[in-house]
Structure formats: structure tokens, C-alpha cells
């Protein structure tokens, strides 16, 4: 066993060595061949063997090292056949016959590829390098002599008509072939620079079938000798890598092996087929050195090509794949279907696969396999090939001339177990190398997972429990998995300090009042723009000293480009400080609500990103902060709009620390505003996530419609229920902000009114969770930014967040700048130093992407309406009986218990 672990290290070292020896060469590298139940990608990320489950669940299981197409494998999908090129995976789907991709290309979009013609339906899809093309199914009427073929991809990108049937389509490197059905001659298109392989197509030959190489093509003859002939070229890297001649196969991929084939493949330089009389696999063509000889004494079903190996399913019972060649491990531990299931019969010359694992899941379909043609010299045949057996072949002993007859003759057919003898240890061994693997990862990350959960669970429990706050602790570690990462804290100012920033509290610094505080406009000393908010301070509403600790713990932990940031606080004697980044646009309240030119601001393309915006704020709170955070409070006027229009949620006065079980809900009053408020929640007392959800739905209304959540001037004040029954109907334009000119095209904003109305469902059960909503979200802009109006499109990226850039960036935003800048700014950047750094990567809008803003800071207007909107006539008794028709008196018939920041 020791050896064969040694053995099996040994090769894994030889994978990697090659994997980097030729890492060069990856990005020419193609993807190749015609669908099929089994599939390779290779690319710089590593090659990837996926097959369809030998289950009959038509199922995909992928093993391989390119973490982009074994992480996102479409597990739940079934497919009917697939296919594969560089970096990335196709399967047909079952269901909708359409294809779908996952892995990585820059060139072809995964998941379904675009653009698609609506409710086209594909016999076939076939990989290239950087490309796919799927064949349509045979039209119809007139045009049914007509074939069509979409591709996706590199160079590619377009619908091709061909007159005539085509039956079969094969891609190679950055070309495709397909095969007429009447004649059945080959032909080629796209281009062939490197390989000529379209101006060398035979086109007087008729084929049975055929395949596509890197560079070259090789078909099966129609007739019965079923000769390969193979025609392009294969030579062009010979000074690149050393070939060498390992097996009885040509060197020229051209000269192909004079023995009838089942079927055939193309490798990047080789190709391979299956010997029709002994189903045993022979290649030919260049192989690079250290390359494994296929196996032989075994038999094989199905077989397809990667750049420098091959895999094929075992013809046994166990359908365990093997491989050969370089760059691979030789046995996979993943039993995979023989070949695609059909519904219809067998043509003559195919037998119906029949194994105990019966792969094919729908009843009356099955796969069809070639039967084996005739039986080769010095055999005889015991059988006919039947509908469910292939034709079987004995040894001939009285005419024995080889010597594998000889020694089959004299050891009385033991031929085949002195073979196992040898290869099944080192089989066994490998596949017992791949579990032990396999169990060291799945180990990891389950005691990974637990570690996170039980260090989640504890925070809450410290939090929670103890009360008093490690805000205040120097050695406090908020977040358990940071150990010995000093975390971000907020500032402690002095009254005076605040005084000074904002003028002594002046009425012309107040920016903005909420229900039971003020807001104010402040310059620090080092010229940070802030926004100072001031609590005021009543009998009923004052907290004690450990709660207002609490929320500011709870702040300080949280860090996401799109929540609003606590810079510092303030607590001496009665007074309540806390100091927050100044958002230069004020709020998307005053936007939405205030005056025409503030309307008009926000285009469509704006509102929405801001939505996605908020979302991922909101998404961030649900999702990733430990424990979870409920925000209770989601509305327009706690959407902070800055400099460059992008969007920060704000005022976690009301939040609460979920469960870290989400399952169980935190039994709350009430506490939020009207028009927002989960009516769940008001009504039960039943707190979770999801009335996040709700109210975010109703922010979403608000975005499209211009109106606010609630207002009486409209016969229908409530705007869910004015709005919820227009979408349903179908009718969005009729809900569109009348101050915006509609987009040409719909569908975007129609896909958010229907995320808005599943948002503001009833039972939070049924409401869709944050994650899912920001990514109906994200779509919906991305499809809304392809309209041609946009002119400066704002792209959603990648980018990685929890640095102090936005912080610094706010503070370098400033206008005020004083003459102590540089000064602050070193203080700044101590302070910046104290921030965790967030080890959780969140899609964002990338800064150098983001439109510049062409509005003036409108901070006059923002306090302006900001002041109107204080007296905005929302009467409570109004709003109470209107969500009291809906679902009826709150229980306990309380009040709406309104309890706020400090
Ligand atoms: N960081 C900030 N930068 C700029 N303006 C702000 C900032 N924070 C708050 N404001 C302004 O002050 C207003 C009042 O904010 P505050 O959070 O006190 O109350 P609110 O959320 O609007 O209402 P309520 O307290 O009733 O929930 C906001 O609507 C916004 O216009």
C-alpha cells in the first residue's frame, strides 16, 4: 500500500509538473468534439473530466482541478448529453433542449448563452476552444431542408443557415463541421488559417460519423470496413513539444489506423477510436512525452477527447471512466453513463445498453450503443449483436498465429485476470488516493463551517449576554476569527469638539430631523466632513449608558461599502452624540419626494443602481455580519445618497442582533414606520429577516412609482396596495414615476415591480431572502444598462471592500479643507489602521466606473425639503386603520411602539 500511495504522489507530482511546464501553452489550448454523455475542459485552469450520472438521474458530476466549473456545478439539472472547451462546460438540458454553460470563459456568457433566440430547442451542441454551437432542431414546412446553427463565442457569434439536413455538428479549435443527413458528406466553416482543414474536406467521401481535433477531423467511412480517415493538420507545435511516437499509431494524426471503428475523437494533436471488433481504444497522431498508452485488454463504451488526454467509460458494470495521455489522473472515481439516452429505438446497427444501474431515467428511453463489426482475424463469433447485446467473439484455437492467441489458448482465458492482477492494485489504489482526498476536503471545510457557526454562536451569546459593551475594551475583539486584528473603532469626541465642528448646533448646519433626532452639519479639525447626529433627549426615551454602548457596539462592528459608517460618538452627562460620514446628497427621500430638478436627478439607471445598492447593504446585514442584523427600519429617508450617488443604508437606531439560527424568530414589538412595516410583524410579533424584506419591497415601490409609502392625497394612499394589483395586472407603465420618461424597453423595471410585489407578500415565508432579491436586482440593471439610451454604463464588479478606502476617500472628498490637512490626515489614517480588513468580497460598483456626478452639492435644497417633509401630513391614525383593514387589529392592541436611537 505504501507503494502504491508513493506511486500515487508520484504521479500527482508528474500532473503538476506538466500542469506548469506547459502552463504556456493552456490559453491556445481548444476545446473539442461533439456531445456526448461525458466531457473534458482544460484551460489555464486545469482540466476537468464531467460525466453524466450512471444513476439514470441524467444528472452532471464533474472531477478536476478548475475550481470554476467543479464550484459551480448545475447539480440539480438534468441534462442530455455534454460538452466542454476551455475553461468551461455545456450540457443540453432536458427539459428545455436549450444549452447551459458554468465554468469560466471571457467569450461565451455562462448559464444560458446570449444572445438566444427565444424558445429555440437543440438536437446537439459541440464545444470549441472558446466557443459552442448548438444545432436547432429540423424546421419545419418549406424549410425543412434547411438546418440552422447558433454559436457563441469567440469569432463565432452568429446564427448559420445551411441548405439541407445536417444530422451531427463537431467543433474544433476556431472551426465546425457538420454532417448532412441526405449525402452525407462533411463540411466545414470558420476559420481555418492553421489547419486548412475546411479546404481539405473530402467531399466526394460519405461518413457514418465523425469528429473534430484541435486542428484536424477524422471520420468514420460509411461502408462496412468503417475505415478512419482523418484530414487537417497536426504538426504545427511539433518544435513546441517534444512528440514522441509511443504507440502502434502514425505520427501524422492523418494516417489513421487501417482497423474499422465505432467511433472516433479529436485531441489537440491526436485523435482516437474505438476498435469495432474488441471495443479496445487505438490513437494516433502526436502525444507529448510522459504520456500514459491508452489501456488495453479493456473494453469501452464511450469516449472523449481532452488537449493531451483522453477518458473513456469502462465497458463493465462498474462504468468507471479511465483516462490516458498527459496532464490526468488515469481512474476516476465517478461512475458515468455509457452514452446519451434517446427515446427512440435503435437503429439496426445499435444494440440498446442494458446495465443494472439502467441509466436512463425517463421509461422507454435508453442509450444505443454501435454493435461491434464482425470479429477480427484468428476469432470466431458466439453471438449476433441483439437488441440488448452486443455481438460477442471467441478465440479461434485451432488457427491460432499471434501470440495473444496463443497465450489466451494456453491459459485457458486467463488472459484477462493476470491483467487485472496487475492494474487493479494501482486502480484501487488511486481511487482509494481520490476518497482519502476527497475526505480531507469535505473534513476541512465541515470543521471550517463549524468553527465559523460556533464562533457566530458565541459572539452572540458575549454580545448579548453580557451587555456591556467591548466598544469601550482596548483589547475588545468583536469578531472572534480576527483574533489579534485590532478592529475599527469609532472615535470618542468631547462636546466642545462637536460644538466647534458644527457651529455650535446653528439652525444653518441642521441637514435634517428625524422623529427623535437632529442632524447635523459638522467640519472637523482635519477638515472631515461629517454629519452630526444629536438625540433628543426625553424621560421616556432615554436609554441607559450600557444600551447606548450596546448600539454603538453593534455600529462599529458592522463594515460594508453600502452601510453608512459611524466615524465617533459622543456621551457627556445627558448628551447623545454620534458622528456618522456626511452624505453629500442627502437622502433618497428628499430625491424621490422633493422638488422636480431633485427628481429628475435620479434617472432610471441611478434609482436602480441605488436599489441594487441598498440591497447589497441590507443583503450584507442578513447575510454575512455575525450574528445577523436585522435593520427594522428600511425606508427612503434611511437611504443616504453621497457624493457620487452611490447609496448607504443608514440609522441602525432600531436594529436588533438576529438569532444565529434564522429559523427561530425573535419575538419583538413593533417598532419601525408606517407604510414600511411587515404587517407579519406588527400583527405577530414575529421578527425575522424577512421584514427587511417587506419594507425593502415597499422602498422598491417607492423607487418606481415616485410616491411615497404612504400618502393620503391618492385615493389608494397605500402604495402597496395601489401598486401590487397594477403589476399583477401586467400594468407597469401605469405605477411608472410620471416624472421620468419610461425606457424604451419594459422589461427591466418590470422585472423589479415583480420583485417588489413578492417583497410585500403577505407571509414572510413567501417573501423572496435579500441574496435573492439583490440578484433579481443586478440582472434587472444589468438588462436596463443595454438599453441604447445609456450612455455611460455603470457596471457591477467585483471588488473587494472592509479597507478604509471609502473612509479616507470621504474625508479627501471634503470641500472644507483646513490648512491642518495634512495634519488630519495622518491622524485619519491611524484611525483607518484600527478597521478590520472584511475578508468577504462583495459585488459593488467599481469606483472608476462609477458616473461622476454633474449635480451641485444641493445641501440647501436637501434641508429645505427636508423640513417639508417633517410636516408631511401622514396621519398615524391613517395609516393604523389602513393596515388594520388589511390584516386585521394588531395583537396585543397596542400602539405602534416607536422606540428610536438612544
Ligand atoms: N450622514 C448623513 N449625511 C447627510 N445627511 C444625513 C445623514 N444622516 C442623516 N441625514 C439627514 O438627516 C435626516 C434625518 O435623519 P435621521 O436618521 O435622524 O431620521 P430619519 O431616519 O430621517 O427619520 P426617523 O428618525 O423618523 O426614522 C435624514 O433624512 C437625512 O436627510
Given at each position: 500500500m505504501k507503494i502504491y500511495s508513493c506511486k500515487a504522489m508520484v504521479f500527482l507530482a508528474q500532473i503538476i509538473v506538466f500542469l506548469l511546464f506547459f502552463s504556456d501553452l493552456w490559453p491556445r489550448i481548444l476545446g473539442l468534439g461533439s456531445m456526448s454523455s461525458i466531457a473534458i475542459s482544460y484551460g489555464e485552469n486545469g482540466p476537468v473530466f464531467c460525466g453524466l450520472k450512471s444513476?439514470?438521474?441524467?444528472l452532471v458530476i464533474c472531477y478536476g482541478s478548475n475550481p470554476a466549473i467543479t464550484r459551480s456545478i448545475p447539480d440539480h439539472f438534468p441534462f442530455i448529453g455534454l460538452t466542454a472547451g476551455n475553461g468551461f462546460v455545456c450540457g443540453l438540458l432536458m427539459d428545455s433542449n436549450q444549452p447551459y454553460c458554468w465554468g469560466r470563459t471571457g467569450f461565451i456568457s455562462m448559464g444560458t448563452p446570449q444572445p438566444m433566440v427565444k424558445s429555440s430547442e437543440y438536437l446537439e451542441i459541440s464545444a470549441g476552444d472558446n466557443h459552442l454551437c448548438g444545432l436547432r432542431k429540423p424546421l419545419m414546412g418549406?424549410?425543412?431542408?434547411t438546418s440552422l446553427v447558433d454559436c457563441w463565442g469567440y469569432n463565432m457569434t452568429k446564427s448559420y443557415q445551411f441548405g439541407g439536413q445536417i444530422q451531427s455538428i463537431s467543433a474544433g479549435s476556431v472551426f465546425n463541421c457538420g454532417l448532412f443527413a441526405q449525402n452525407r458528406s462533411v463540411f466545414c466553416w470558420g476559420d481555418e488559417t492553421e489547419s486548412r482543414v475546411i479546404e481539405l474536406v473530402p467531399k466526394e467521401l460519405k461518413f457514418q460519423k465523425f469528429a473534430a481535433g484541435g486542428f484536424h477531423v477524422c471520420g468514420i467511412l460509411d461502408g462496412v470496413k468503417s475505415r478512419v480517415i482523418c484530414w487537417g493538420k497536426?504538426?504545427?507545435l511539433e518544435e513546441e513539444i517534444s512528440a514522441s511516437a509511443l504507440y502502434a499509431g502514425q505520427l501524422n494524426v492523418d494516417l489513421a489506423p487501417d482497423n474499422p471503428m465505432l467511433s472516433v475523437i479529436g485531441g489537440r494533436f491526436h485523435a482516437c477510436g474505438i476498435r469495432s471488433y474488441d471495443r479496445q481504444v487505438v490513437c494516433w497522431g502526436y502525444f507529448v512525452d510522459g504520456s500514459t498508452p491508452p489501456p488495453t485488454g479493456v473494453k469501452l463504451y464511450e469516449i472523449a477527447g481532452g488537449d493531451y488526454f483522453t477518458c473513456g467509460v469502462l465497458a463493465e458494470t462498474s462504468l468507471l471512466p479511465v483516462c490516458w495521455g498527459a496532464g490526468f489522473p488515469s481512474a476516476l472515481p465517478l461512475p458515468v453513463a455509457p452514452g446519451v439516452c434517446k427515446s427512440k429505438p435503435c437503429s439496426p446497427d445499435f444494440y440498446e445498453f442494458n446495465n443494472a444501474s439502467s441509466p436512463c431515467k425517463s421509461p422507454g428511453s435508453h442509450i444505443c450503443l454501435p454493435c461491434s463489426n464482425g470479429c477480427p482475424n484468428e476469432m470466431y463469433q458466439i453471438t449476433e449483436c441483439a437488441l440488448t447485446s452486443d455481438r460477442r467473439c471467441g478465440y479461434n484455437c485451432s488457427s491460432c498465429k499471434s501470440g495473444d492467441c496463443f497465450s489466451h489458448c494456453s491459459n485457458g482465458g486467463k488472459k484477462n485476470e493476470k491483467f487485472w492482477s496487475l492494474q487493479l492494485p494501482i486502480v484501487v489504489s488511486e481511487i482509494a488516493f481520490a476518497l482519502f482526498f476527497v475526505i480531507v476536503v469535505v473534513l476541512t471545510s465541515v470543521l471550517y463551517v463549524r468553527y465559523k457557526l460556533s464562533n457566530c454562536r458565541c459572539s452572540v451569546k458575549s454580545k448579548i449576554g453580557h451587555g456591556?459593551?467591548?466598544?469601550?475594551?482596548?483589547?475588545?475583539?468583536?469578531?472572534?476569527?480576527?483574533?489579534?486584528i485590532k478592529i475599527r473603532r469609532a472615535q470618542k469626541f468631547t462636546y466642545e469638539q462637536l460644538e466647534i465642528a458644527t457651529d455650535a448646533f446653528k439652525e444653518e448646519s441642521l441637514v435634517g430631523k428625524g422623529s427623535f433626532s437632529r442632524v447635523f452639519k459638522g467640519v472637523l479639525k482635519d477638515g472631515t466632513m461629517v454629519a452630526v447626529k444629536m438625540a433628543i433627549m426625553s424621560p421616556d426615551m432615554q436609554k441607559n449608558s450600557k444600551e447606548f454602548h450596546t448600539e454603538l457596539d453593534l455600529l462599529s462592528r458592522l463594515n460594508h461599502a453600502h452601510l453608512l459608517n459611524l466615524l465617533g460618538y459622543c456621551e457627556e452627562g445627558g448628551q447623545r452624540l454620534l458622528v456618522y460620514e456626511f452624505m453629500a446628497n442627502g437622502s433618497l427621500h428628499q430625491h424621490l419626494h422633493g422638488n422636480k430638478e431633485l427628481k429628475e436627478q435620479l434617472d432610471w439607471i441611478r434609482r436602480v443602481t441605488i436599489a441594487v445598492q441598498a440591497a447589497r447593504g441590507i443583503e450584507y446585514l442578513h447575510g454575512y455580519a455575525c450574528p445577523p442584523v436585522i435593520h427594522r427600519d428600511i425606508k427612503s429617508s434611511n437611504i443616504l445618497i453621497d457624493e457620487e450617488h452611490n447609496a448607504r443604508v443608514a440609522d441602525f437606531g432600531l436594529s436588533l442582533l438576529g438569532p444565529a439560527n434564522s429559523s427561530s424568530p425573535l419575538a419583538e414589538l413593533p417598532a419601525g414606520t408606517l407604510g414600511y412595516l411587515d404587517p407579519e410583524y406588527y400583527r405577530?410579533?414575529?421578527?425575522?429577516?424577512k421584514s427587511d424584506v417587506y419594507s425593502f419591497g415597499v422602498l422598491l415601490l417607492e423607487i418606481i412609482s415616485g410616491r411615497k409609502a404612504i400618502d393620503m392625497k391618492y385615493e389608494e394612499g397605500n402604495v402597496v396596495e395601489w401598486a401590487v394589483p397594477l403589476i399583477k395586472a401586467d400594468d407597469i407603465e401605469a405605477i411608472l414615476d410620471p416624472v421620468l420618461k419610461p425606457p424604451s424597453d419594459l422589461e427591466a423595471l418590470k422585472r423589479i415591480a415583480n420583485v417588489a410585489s413578492k417583497c410585500v407578500r403577505m407571509r414572510g415565508k413567501e417573501r423572496p431572502s435579500m441574496d435573492k432579491v439583490t440578484t433579481s436586482l443586478e440582472r434587472a440593471l444589468a438588462l436596463l444598462m443595454g438599453t441604447p439610451c445609456n450612455e455611460q454604463p455603470i457596471l457591477p464588479t467585483e471588488v473587494v471592500l472592509g479597507s478604509s478606502r471609502l473612509h479616507k476617500k470621504s474625508s479627501q472628498r471634503s470641500?472644507?479643507?483646513?490648512?491642518?490637512e495634512t495634519d488630519g490626515a495622518d491622524t485619519e489614517d491611524q484611525r483607518f489602521e484600527l478597521r478590520a480588513p472584511s475578508w468577504i468580497t462583495f459585488p459593488s460598483v467599481a469606483s472608476s466606473q462609477r458616473r461622476k456626478s454633474s449635480i451641485s452639492d444641493s445641501d440647501a435644497d436637501v434641508k429645505n425639503l427636508e423640513t417639508k417633509n417633517l410636516g408631511n401630513g401622514i396621519s398615524l391614525g391613517d395609516g393604523l386603520r389602513s393596515l388594520d383593514e388589511e390584516i386585521g387589529p394588531a395583537s396585543p392592541p397596542e400602539l405602534l411602539f416607536l422606540q428610536h436611537n438612544f
Open positions: 444513476d439514470g438521474s441524467h418549406k424549410h425543412r431542408n497536426s504538426l504545427d456591556n459593551s467591548s466598544f469601550l475594551d482596548d483589547s475588545g475583539k468583536i469578531m472572534p476569527e480576527l483574533d489579534g405577530l410579533h414575529y421578527l425575522t429577516t470641500g472644507n479643507r483646513s490648512t491642518s
